[in-house]
Protein backbone atom coordinates (compact mmCIF):
# COMPACT_ATOMS: atom_id res chain seq x y z
CA UNK A 1 0.00 0.00 0.00
CA UNK A 2 1.33 3.52 -0.49
CA UNK A 3 0.81 5.53 1.99
CA UNK A 4 -0.70 8.54 -0.26
CA UNK A 5 -4.23 9.30 1.51
CA UNK A 6 -7.24 8.35 -0.53
CA UNK A 7 -8.76 11.00 -2.94
CA UNK A 8 -12.64 11.57 -2.45
CA UNK A 9 -13.73 9.71 -5.08
CA UNK A 10 -12.08 6.76 -3.37
CA UNK A 11 -13.38 7.03 -0.34
CA UNK A 12 -16.72 7.70 -1.62
CA UNK A 13 -16.46 3.98 -3.36
CA UNK A 14 -14.84 2.29 -0.97
CA UNK A 15 -14.53 4.04 2.75
CA UNK A 16 -16.11 1.99 5.43
CA UNK A 17 -16.15 -0.85 3.05
CA UNK A 18 -14.44 -4.65 2.80
CA UNK A 19 -15.29 -7.93 1.44
CA UNK A 20 -17.64 -9.88 3.67
CA UNK A 21 -15.35 -11.65 5.99
CA UNK A 22 -17.60 -15.17 5.26
CA UNK A 23 -18.53 -15.00 2.11
CA UNK A 24 -16.11 -12.74 -0.05
CA UNK A 25 -19.25 -10.74 -1.10
CA UNK A 26 -17.80 -7.47 -2.96
CA UNK A 27 -21.00 -5.78 -2.34
CA UNK A 28 -21.86 -4.63 1.09
CA UNK A 29 -24.28 -7.31 2.05
CA UNK A 30 -27.49 -5.93 3.33
CA UNK A 31 -27.67 -7.50 7.10
CA UNK A 32 -31.36 -7.92 7.11
CA UNK A 33 -31.55 -8.75 10.89
CA UNK A 34 -33.24 -7.69 14.03
CA UNK A 35 -30.45 -8.98 16.82
CA UNK A 36 -27.04 -10.79 16.44
CA UNK A 37 -26.59 -13.46 18.70
CA UNK A 38 -23.40 -12.64 21.81
CA UNK A 39 -20.45 -15.05 22.19
CA UNK A 40 -21.35 -15.98 26.20
CA UNK A 41 -23.01 -13.61 28.99
CA UNK A 42 -19.72 -11.87 29.42
CA UNK A 43 -19.68 -10.47 26.17
CA UNK A 44 -23.35 -9.28 25.98
CA UNK A 45 -22.92 -7.74 29.76
CA UNK A 46 -19.75 -5.90 28.18
CA UNK A 47 -22.27 -4.51 25.25
CA UNK A 48 -24.59 -3.72 26.92
CA UNK A 49 -22.28 -1.55 29.11
CA UNK A 50 -20.81 0.34 26.17
CA UNK A 51 -17.34 -1.70 27.24
CA UNK A 52 -16.88 -3.26 24.14
CA UNK A 53 -18.43 -2.36 20.89
CA UNK A 54 -20.27 -4.57 18.50
CA UNK A 55 -23.86 -5.31 17.54
CA UNK A 56 -26.83 -6.26 19.50
CA UNK A 57 -30.53 -5.20 17.67
CA UNK A 58 -31.12 -3.31 14.73
CA UNK A 59 -32.25 0.00 16.37
CA UNK A 60 -29.02 0.60 17.65
CA UNK A 61 -26.59 -0.23 15.00
CA UNK A 62 -26.18 -2.40 12.16
CA UNK A 63 -22.94 -3.52 10.14
CA UNK A 64 -25.01 -2.55 6.54
CA UNK A 65 -25.21 0.95 8.50
CA UNK A 66 -22.19 0.99 9.95
CA UNK A 67 -20.06 1.06 6.12
CA UNK A 68 -22.75 3.79 5.46
CA UNK A 69 -21.87 5.68 8.26
CA UNK A 70 -17.97 4.78 8.33
CA UNK A 71 -18.27 6.09 4.63
CA UNK A 72 -20.19 9.18 5.15
CA UNK A 73 -17.87 10.62 7.98
CA UNK A 74 -14.71 9.64 5.79
CA UNK A 75 -16.24 11.85 2.91
CA UNK A 76 -17.47 14.67 5.54
CA UNK A 77 -13.69 14.54 7.45
CA UNK A 78 -16.12 13.80 10.84
CA UNK A 79 -14.85 11.43 13.26
CA UNK A 80 -17.82 9.49 13.70
CA UNK A 81 -21.00 9.11 12.27
CA UNK A 82 -24.72 8.01 12.87
CA UNK A 83 -27.61 6.83 10.11
CA UNK A 84 -31.07 7.31 11.16
CA UNK A 85 -34.52 6.90 9.39
CA UNK A 86 -34.78 10.15 8.08
CA UNK A 87 -33.34 13.98 7.46
CA UNK A 88 -35.93 15.13 10.01
CA UNK A 89 -35.11 12.01 12.54
CA UNK A 90 -31.27 13.64 12.36
CA UNK A 91 -32.67 17.04 13.65
CA UNK A 92 -34.87 15.63 16.30
CA UNK A 93 -31.91 13.60 17.55
CA UNK A 94 -28.78 15.76 17.47
CA UNK A 95 -31.26 19.08 19.37
CA UNK A 96 -32.07 16.32 21.71
CA UNK A 97 -28.35 15.72 23.13
CA UNK A 98 -28.06 19.31 23.30
CA UNK A 99 -31.16 20.64 24.65
CA UNK A 100 -33.62 20.85 27.92
CA UNK A 101 -37.13 22.07 28.11
CA UNK A 102 -37.17 25.27 28.06
CA UNK A 103 -33.25 26.11 26.22
CA UNK A 104 -32.95 27.88 23.03
CA UNK A 105 -30.99 27.40 19.30
CA UNK A 106 -30.83 29.95 16.90
CA UNK A 107 -31.87 28.82 13.55
CA UNK A 108 -31.30 30.54 10.11
CA UNK A 109 -34.74 31.30 8.64
CA UNK A 110 -33.86 30.64 5.26
CA UNK A 111 -34.48 26.80 5.48
CA UNK A 112 -36.18 23.80 3.93
CA UNK A 113 -40.10 24.54 4.65
CA UNK A 114 -40.40 20.86 6.55
CA UNK A 115 -37.22 22.44 8.96
CA UNK A 116 -39.09 25.29 9.40
CA UNK A 117 -42.46 23.32 10.54
CA UNK A 118 -40.23 20.71 12.70
CA UNK A 119 -38.78 23.40 14.81
CA UNK A 120 -41.83 26.04 14.82
CA UNK A 121 -44.26 23.47 16.08
CA UNK A 122 -43.05 19.90 16.95
CA UNK A 123 -40.19 21.48 18.55
CA UNK A 124 -41.99 24.07 20.93
CA UNK A 125 -43.85 20.89 22.23
CA UNK A 126 -40.81 19.58 23.14
CA UNK A 127 -39.88 22.94 25.28
CA UNK A 128 -36.97 23.68 22.62
CA UNK A 129 -37.71 27.46 21.36
CA UNK A 130 -36.32 28.63 17.91
CA UNK A 131 -35.03 31.68 17.62
CA UNK A 132 -34.70 33.16 13.93
CA UNK A 133 -31.74 34.85 12.29
CA UNK A 134 -31.02 36.58 8.85
CA UNK A 135 -28.33 33.92 7.57
CA UNK A 136 -27.23 37.28 5.46
CA UNK A 137 -26.90 39.32 8.35
CA UNK A 138 -23.90 37.47 10.85
CA UNK A 139 -24.87 39.92 13.84
CA UNK A 140 -28.07 38.99 13.85
CA UNK A 141 -27.26 35.62 15.25
CA UNK A 142 -25.15 37.54 17.42
CA UNK A 143 -28.44 39.48 18.83
CA UNK A 144 -30.14 35.88 19.41
CA UNK A 145 -27.44 34.63 21.96
CA UNK A 146 -29.05 34.09 24.87
CA UNK A 147 -27.49 32.25 27.99
CA UNK A 148 -29.99 29.89 27.47
CA UNK A 149 -28.74 29.23 23.40
CA UNK A 150 -27.39 25.54 23.00
CA UNK A 151 -26.83 25.19 19.34
CA UNK A 152 -26.98 27.34 16.08
CA UNK A 153 -28.08 25.27 12.89
CA UNK A 154 -27.64 26.59 9.68
CA UNK A 155 -27.63 25.40 5.78
CA UNK A 156 -24.84 25.41 3.76
CA UNK A 157 -26.46 25.62 0.54
CA UNK A 158 -30.10 27.15 1.59
CA UNK A 159 -33.38 25.65 0.35
CA UNK A 160 -35.28 26.96 -1.52
CA UNK A 161 -33.27 29.53 -3.22
CA UNK A 162 -29.77 27.87 -3.47
CA UNK A 163 -28.24 31.06 -1.43
CA UNK A 164 -25.01 29.94 -0.21
CA UNK A 165 -24.32 30.92 3.87
CA UNK A 166 -20.60 31.94 5.46
CA UNK A 167 -20.20 29.14 7.47
CA UNK A 168 -17.20 30.64 8.92
CA UNK A 169 -18.69 33.79 9.79
CA UNK A 170 -21.40 32.00 11.83
CA UNK A 171 -18.84 29.37 13.67
CA UNK A 172 -16.65 32.95 14.65
CA UNK A 173 -20.27 33.42 16.09
CA UNK A 174 -20.91 29.94 17.84
CA UNK A 175 -17.23 29.67 19.12
CA UNK A 176 -17.93 33.27 20.79
CA UNK A 177 -20.96 32.00 22.42
CA UNK A 178 -19.67 28.19 23.57
CA UNK A 179 -22.34 26.67 21.26
CA UNK A 180 -21.66 23.97 18.79
CA UNK A 181 -22.66 25.25 15.15
CA UNK A 182 -24.87 22.15 13.48
CA UNK A 183 -24.70 22.41 8.90
CA UNK A 184 -27.36 21.16 7.62
CA UNK A 185 -25.46 20.03 4.52
CA UNK A 186 -27.79 18.24 2.56
CA UNK A 187 -27.94 20.53 -0.56
CA UNK A 188 -24.37 20.46 -1.21
CA UNK A 189 -23.28 17.15 -0.26
CA UNK A 190 -19.54 16.90 1.09
CA UNK A 191 -18.52 16.38 -2.43
CA UNK A 192 -18.97 20.79 -3.20
CA UNK A 193 -18.83 21.77 0.71
CA UNK A 194 -17.18 20.27 3.59
CA UNK A 195 -18.83 22.20 6.44
CA UNK A 196 -15.82 20.82 9.05
CA UNK A 197 -13.62 22.70 7.27
CA UNK A 198 -15.21 25.96 7.39
CA UNK A 199 -15.73 25.45 11.71
CA UNK A 200 -18.90 23.12 12.21
CA UNK A 201 -19.11 21.10 14.53
CA UNK A 202 -22.35 18.58 13.59
CA UNK A 203 -23.00 18.18 10.17
CA UNK A 204 -26.64 16.47 9.48
CA UNK A 205 -27.87 15.35 5.90
CA UNK A 206 -31.05 14.56 4.69
CA UNK A 207 -29.73 10.74 2.80
CA UNK A 208 -33.29 11.33 1.22
CA UNK A 209 -31.65 13.57 -1.71
CA UNK A 210 -27.91 14.10 -3.14
CA UNK A 211 -26.65 11.36 -1.20
CA UNK A 212 -28.83 8.45 -1.94
CA UNK A 213 -29.47 10.40 -5.22
CA UNK A 214 -32.12 8.17 -7.04
CA UNK A 215 -35.20 9.35 -5.47
CA UNK A 216 -35.86 5.90 -3.69
CA UNK A 217 -35.19 6.21 -0.22
CA UNK A 218 -35.59 7.89 2.22
CA UNK A 219 -32.30 8.57 5.31
CA UNK A 220 -30.53 10.96 7.33
CA UNK A 221 -27.07 10.98 9.01
CA UNK A 222 -25.30 12.77 11.77
CA UNK A 223 -21.96 13.42 11.39
CA UNK A 224 -19.39 14.71 14.52
CA UNK A 225 -16.56 16.80 13.68
CA UNK A 226 -15.23 15.48 17.25
CA UNK A 227 -14.25 19.64 17.71
CA UNK A 228 -16.30 20.47 20.15
CA UNK A 229 -15.78 20.09 24.22
CA UNK A 230 -19.04 18.92 26.04
CA UNK A 231 -17.47 19.86 29.17
CA UNK A 232 -17.40 23.46 29.55
CA UNK A 233 -19.87 25.07 32.24
CA UNK A 234 -22.35 21.53 32.73
CA UNK A 235 -23.91 23.08 29.60
CA UNK A 236 -24.40 19.96 28.06
CA UNK A 237 -25.98 16.76 31.11
CA UNK A 238 -26.46 14.75 28.29
CA UNK A 239 -22.45 14.39 27.10
CA UNK A 240 -20.64 15.55 30.57
CA UNK A 241 -22.71 14.09 33.45
CA UNK A 242 -23.01 10.20 34.82
CA UNK A 243 -25.51 8.38 32.72
CA UNK A 244 -27.45 6.70 34.87
CA UNK A 245 -28.56 3.72 32.68
CA UNK A 246 -24.80 3.48 31.54
CA UNK A 247 -23.50 2.63 34.89
CA UNK A 248 -22.98 6.07 35.61
CA UNK A 249 -20.19 6.76 32.87
CA UNK A 250 -19.54 9.91 31.54
CA UNK A 251 -20.00 9.95 27.33
CA UNK A 252 -17.41 12.97 27.02
CA UNK A 253 -15.00 11.45 29.52
CA UNK A 254 -15.25 8.16 28.07
CA UNK A 255 -15.94 8.24 24.23
CA UNK A 256 -13.85 12.05 23.69
CA UNK A 257 -13.74 13.18 20.42
CA UNK A 258 -16.63 10.72 19.31
CA UNK A 259 -18.62 10.97 22.22
CA UNK A 260 -21.50 13.25 20.77
CA UNK A 261 -21.97 10.14 17.68
CA UNK A 262 -22.46 7.96 21.02
CA UNK A 263 -24.63 10.26 22.79
CA UNK A 264 -26.54 9.97 19.55
CA UNK A 265 -26.94 6.19 18.71
CA UNK A 266 -27.27 5.28 22.78
CA UNK A 267 -29.39 8.15 23.85
CA UNK A 268 -31.19 9.49 21.12
CA UNK A 269 -31.37 6.56 18.28
CA UNK A 270 -31.90 3.55 21.30
CA UNK A 271 -34.41 5.72 23.45
CA UNK A 272 -36.45 7.40 20.44
CA UNK A 273 -36.36 4.68 18.30
CA UNK A 274 -36.08 6.28 14.40
CA UNK A 275 -33.64 3.33 12.74
CA UNK A 276 -32.35 3.55 9.49
CA UNK A 277 -33.64 0.09 7.30
CA UNK A 278 -30.36 -2.27 6.38
CA UNK A 279 -32.22 -2.11 3.22
CA UNK A 280 -32.10 2.07 2.84
CA UNK A 281 -28.56 1.67 3.73
CA UNK A 282 -27.37 -0.44 1.09
CA UNK A 283 -29.61 1.60 -1.46
CA UNK A 284 -28.13 5.13 -0.45
CA UNK A 285 -24.63 3.36 -0.03
CA UNK A 286 -24.74 2.45 -3.99
CA UNK A 287 -25.80 5.96 -4.93
CA UNK A 288 -22.96 7.61 -2.98
CA UNK A 289 -20.38 5.35 -5.05
CA UNK A 290 -21.63 8.19 -7.95
CA UNK A 291 -21.83 11.04 -5.99
CA UNK A 292 -19.19 12.92 -7.17
CA UNK A 293 -20.15 12.25 -11.02
CA UNK A 294 -23.71 12.88 -10.56
CA UNK A 295 -22.75 16.04 -8.60
CA UNK A 296 -20.71 17.77 -11.43
CA UNK A 297 -23.36 16.84 -13.81
CA UNK A 298 -26.24 18.32 -11.34
CA UNK A 299 -24.06 21.38 -11.01
CA UNK A 300 -23.56 22.04 -14.90
CA UNK A 301 -26.79 21.18 -15.93
CA UNK A 302 -27.86 23.59 -13.69
CA UNK A 303 -26.03 26.68 -14.68
CA UNK A 304 -26.96 25.76 -18.44
CA UNK A 305 -30.45 25.90 -17.58
CA UNK A 306 -30.21 28.72 -14.85
CA UNK A 307 -28.27 30.65 -17.81
CA UNK A 308 -31.13 29.70 -20.37
CA UNK A 309 -33.52 31.20 -17.70
CA UNK A 310 -31.67 34.12 -16.89
CA UNK A 311 -32.21 35.49 -20.78
CA UNK A 312 -35.73 34.59 -20.94
CA UNK A 313 -38.06 37.32 -21.48
CA UNK A 314 -40.93 35.71 -19.18
CA UNK A 315 -38.68 35.55 -16.14
CA UNK A 316 -38.43 38.49 -14.06
CA UNK A 317 -35.31 37.31 -11.73
CA UNK A 318 -33.22 33.77 -11.07
CA UNK A 319 -31.78 32.61 -7.99
CA UNK A 320 -28.33 31.19 -8.53
CA UNK A 321 -25.06 31.26 -7.29
CA UNK A 322 -23.35 29.92 -9.77
CA UNK A 323 -24.15 32.88 -11.86
CA UNK A 324 -21.48 35.78 -11.78
CA UNK A 325 -24.05 38.27 -11.12
CA UNK A 326 -25.80 36.68 -8.41
CA UNK A 327 -25.76 38.21 -4.82
CA UNK A 328 -24.39 35.06 -3.39
CA UNK A 329 -21.76 34.29 -6.36
CA UNK A 330 -18.73 35.23 -4.00
CA UNK A 331 -19.57 32.89 -1.19
CA UNK A 332 -20.44 30.00 -3.90
CA UNK A 333 -16.81 30.48 -5.44
CA UNK A 334 -15.04 30.52 -1.96
CA UNK A 335 -17.50 27.64 -0.38
CA UNK A 336 -18.72 25.91 -3.62
CA UNK A 337 -15.68 25.97 -6.40
CA UNK A 338 -17.44 22.97 -8.23
CA UNK A 339 -20.63 24.53 -8.85
CA UNK A 340 -23.14 26.09 -6.55
CA UNK A 341 -25.87 23.32 -6.26
CA UNK A 342 -28.67 22.01 -8.65
CA UNK A 343 -31.28 23.70 -6.51
CA UNK A 344 -32.68 27.21 -6.98
CA UNK A 345 -35.43 29.57 -7.79
CA UNK A 346 -36.40 31.64 -10.19
CA UNK A 347 -39.56 34.59 -10.31
CA UNK A 348 -41.83 34.54 -13.04
CA UNK A 349 -43.12 37.90 -14.35
CA UNK A 350 -46.77 36.81 -14.46
CA UNK A 351 -46.85 36.02 -10.43
CA UNK A 352 -48.90 33.22 -8.71
CA UNK A 353 -50.83 32.15 -11.72
CA UNK A 354 -47.79 32.29 -14.16
CA UNK A 355 -45.78 29.73 -11.38
CA UNK A 356 -49.24 27.45 -11.23
CA UNK A 357 -49.57 27.85 -15.28
CA UNK A 358 -46.07 26.97 -15.59
CA UNK A 359 -45.82 23.58 -13.71
CA UNK A 360 -48.72 22.11 -15.07
CA UNK A 361 -47.19 22.53 -18.43
CA UNK A 362 -43.87 21.30 -17.96
CA UNK A 363 -43.23 17.43 -18.93
CA UNK A 364 -40.02 16.23 -18.27
CA UNK A 365 -39.76 17.90 -15.40
CA UNK A 366 -41.93 15.77 -12.31
CA UNK A 367 -43.63 17.76 -10.65
CA UNK A 368 -43.44 16.80 -6.85
CA UNK A 369 -41.79 17.95 -3.21
CA UNK A 370 -38.05 16.88 -3.55
CA UNK A 371 -34.92 17.83 -4.72
CA UNK A 372 -31.73 15.54 -5.31
CA UNK A 373 -33.11 12.96 -7.37
CA UNK A 374 -31.58 12.11 -10.65
CA UNK A 375 -34.54 13.31 -12.42
CA UNK A 376 -35.25 16.86 -12.46
CA UNK A 377 -37.99 18.22 -10.13
CA UNK A 378 -40.15 21.50 -10.30
CA UNK A 379 -42.47 23.08 -7.39
CA UNK A 380 -43.85 26.00 -6.55
CA UNK A 381 -43.28 26.47 -2.94
CA UNK A 382 -45.77 28.97 -2.08
CA UNK A 383 -48.93 26.92 -3.09
CA UNK A 384 -47.17 23.38 -1.73
CA UNK A 385 -43.86 23.51 0.67
CA UNK A 386 -44.42 26.56 2.11
CA UNK A 387 -48.07 27.08 1.97
CA UNK A 388 -48.65 27.16 5.24
CA UNK A 389 -46.24 30.59 6.14
CA UNK A 390 -48.18 33.80 5.81
CA UNK A 391 -46.98 36.08 3.28
CA UNK A 392 -44.36 37.73 4.94
CA UNK A 393 -42.49 34.48 5.97
CA UNK A 394 -42.85 33.28 2.79
CA UNK A 395 -40.88 36.19 1.03
CA UNK A 396 -38.59 36.16 3.63
CA UNK A 397 -37.72 32.30 3.24
CA UNK A 398 -37.12 32.88 -0.21
CA UNK A 399 -41.12 31.34 -1.64
CA UNK A 400 -42.53 34.49 -2.65
CA UNK A 401 -45.64 33.70 -4.69
CA UNK A 402 -44.39 34.27 -8.23
CA UNK A 403 -41.06 31.80 -7.24
CA UNK A 404 -40.53 28.33 -8.84
CA UNK A 405 -37.72 26.15 -7.50
CA UNK A 406 -36.12 24.06 -9.39
CA UNK A 407 -33.86 20.59 -8.94
CA UNK A 408 -32.08 20.31 -11.69
CA UNK A 409 -31.20 15.89 -12.85
CA UNK A 410 -28.49 14.43 -14.81
CA UNK A 411 -30.45 14.37 -18.32
CA UNK A 412 -29.12 15.96 -21.35
CA UNK A 413 -29.25 19.45 -20.40
CA UNK A 414 -30.33 20.40 -23.98
CA UNK A 415 -33.36 18.41 -23.10
CA UNK A 416 -34.28 20.34 -20.26
CA UNK A 417 -34.05 23.38 -21.55
CA UNK A 418 -36.30 22.61 -24.41
CA UNK A 419 -38.88 21.48 -22.22
CA UNK A 420 -38.66 24.70 -20.02
CA UNK A 421 -38.99 27.25 -23.44
CA UNK A 422 -42.26 24.92 -24.89
CA UNK A 423 -43.65 25.72 -21.10
CA UNK A 424 -42.79 29.38 -20.54
CA UNK A 425 -43.77 30.49 -24.22
CA UNK A 426 -46.81 28.04 -24.19
C1 LIG B 1 -35.44 16.95 2.69
C2 LIG B 1 -34.65 17.80 3.60
C3 LIG B 1 -34.67 17.59 4.98
C4 LIG B 1 -35.52 16.52 5.63
O1 LIG B 1 -35.11 15.27 5.24
P1 LIG B 1 -36.09 13.97 5.16
O2 LIG B 1 -35.17 12.90 4.73
O3 LIG B 1 -37.16 14.30 4.17
O4 LIG B 1 -36.64 13.80 6.55
C5 LIG B 1 -33.88 18.41 5.77
N1 LIG B 1 -33.13 19.38 5.23
C6 LIG B 1 -33.08 19.61 3.91
C7 LIG B 1 -32.21 20.70 3.38
C8 LIG B 1 -33.84 18.83 3.04
O5 LIG B 1 -33.79 19.08 1.72
Known amino acids: M ?30 QTTSFVFNDADHAASLFGLQAF ?17 RVAALEGGTAALAVASGHAAQVVVLQQLLQPGDEFIAARKLYGGSINQFTHAFKSFGWNVVWADPDDIASFERAVTPRTKAIFIESIANPAGSITDIEAISTVARKA ?17 PIDHGADIVVHSLTKFLGGHGNSLGGIIVDAGTFDWSIGGKYPMLSE ?28 RDLGPALS ?32 AGH ?113 A
Do not use: W
Request: glycine residues 8%.
Open 278 to 309: PFNAFMILTGIETLPLRMQKHCDNAKAVAEFL
Open 242 to 269: PRPEYHGIRLQETFGNFAFAIACRVLGL
Open 2 to 31: SDRLPGFSTLAVHAGAQPDPTTGARATPIY
Open 313 to 425: PAVASVSYAGLPSDKYNQLARKYAPKGAGAVFTFSLKGGYDAGVSLVSKLQLFSHLANVGDTRSLVIHPASTTHSQLDDAAKVRSGAGPDVVRLSIGIEDKEDLIADLEQALG
Open 178 to 194: GVPLIVDNTLASPYLIR
Open 54 to 70: GNIYTRIGNPTNAVLEE
